[in-house]
């Protein structure tokens, strides 16, 4: 089998990239619900073909979009984690301080979940139903920093930790019932409470 070029990928991945920014701001703009493929083509400068040779289906542009979200946010969780080394309170309580602050003025997450208040919006599995990406993502960042800094704690122990945590700030993104600082507070807690 052939090997792909290195510039042939380069281009391929500056186009997917430019094909999701279209993507996150139509939705933010306009509400997923209502981005349709050749809005996304058009504002991206391509054909509505080529969108669909990226993604196959509006649906694997929503997952794309979602992937690229979820990369964000746990790069910062994990800058956040790494800064407080072991202790686990206060590194818990930035990545879940931030997390919790950031979805909320997220405009992506914004409309995804006035959307979905109103309606549907297929975006919003990959925070609920569908957050497998999510949860393995986030999960593994916390079993990385945990690795590093919590070696005595059985891995199973993280895991659990991790998904539990996760599971948790997603949400108190969804419904949240006090403020971020109060929530990464109580949610703080419960993470010692795992790791110990």
Do not use: C, K
């Amino acid at each position: 089998m052939e090997s792909i070029p290195p510039y042939r990928e380069a281009n391929r991945a500056r186009l997917r990239g430019t094909l999701v920014h279209a993507a996150r701001e139509l939705a933010v703009t306009h509400g997923w619900a209502n981005v349709r493929m050749a809005q996304v083509a058009s504002a991206a400068g391509v054909s509505r073909q080529t969108v669909y040779n990226e993604f196959d289906s509006r649906a694997g542009l929503a997952e794309a979009l979602a992937l690229h979200e979820i990369e964000q946010f746990t790069s910062e969780v994990r800058t956040r984690l790494f800064a407080h080394g072991g202790d686990i309170r206060a590194a818990g309580h930035a990545a879940i301080l931030h997390t919790l602050r950031e979805a909320a003025s997220n405009p992506l997450v914004h409309a995804i979940l006035t959307s979905a208040r109103g309606g549907t919006d297929e975006l919003l599995p990959y925070l609920t139903t569908r957050s497998g990406a999510l949860l393995a993502a986030a999960g593994s960042v916390i079993e990385e920093w945990a690795a590093v800094h919590l070696p005595d704690v059985e891995p199973a122990t993280v895991t659990l930790a991790a998904e539990s945590i996760v599971r948790l700030t997603v949400s108190h993104i969804i419904l949240p019932l006090a403020s971020p600082a109060e929530s990464a507070d109580a949610l703080a807690e419960v993470l010692v409470r795992l790791l110990r």
